[in-house]
């Protein structure tokens, strides 16, 4: 299924697009709230309200209905290295107002290892159909081909995430 996957732009064009990214509030919320989640190892209610405002204002309501211990022991499950990729990603989507691509912002941020956020940016970039529904069979692959592209080019995931999505921000409609 990595045959899914192809770059629509040459890879070491991949830093530019990352220099040039820019998402307000981003870096507030990597300095505090992520860094504190990765250090206690799950989410707080706050810590998980500001992460999904990031990804998807529009769900904030449904989010917010999860009650805060529900939140703190799916996350703590999720975020625990012994945890394996697909009880991690599965397991954030039990929280109402949690999709698959919130949940793997959550990972992505939080999570120890290097998880990809998936997007219809990134899903763009990478010449790639957004799947009527998001299931295991396709995140674990994305997963391995996003990995495997940030070993060989020496990126960090978020940068690599950077890129990619703002390739698509900036010639998605033009394509």
Known sequence: MTDTFRLRFPERELR???????????????AGPVASARKQGY?????????GDWKSPRSR???AANPAPFVEEVTRVALDRSTSPRLAIEALTLLSGVSWPTASVILHFSHSEPYPIVDFRTLWSLSCEVPRQYDYRFWEPYTRFTRSLAARLKLDMRTLDRGLWKCSELHQGAA
């Open 16 to 30: 530019k697009w990352a220099g040039q990214y820019d998402y307000p509030g981003e870096a507030k919320l990597m």
């Open 43 to 51: 989410l707080d209610m706050p810590t998980f309200m500001r992460i």
């Open 61 to 63: 309501a449904r989010r």
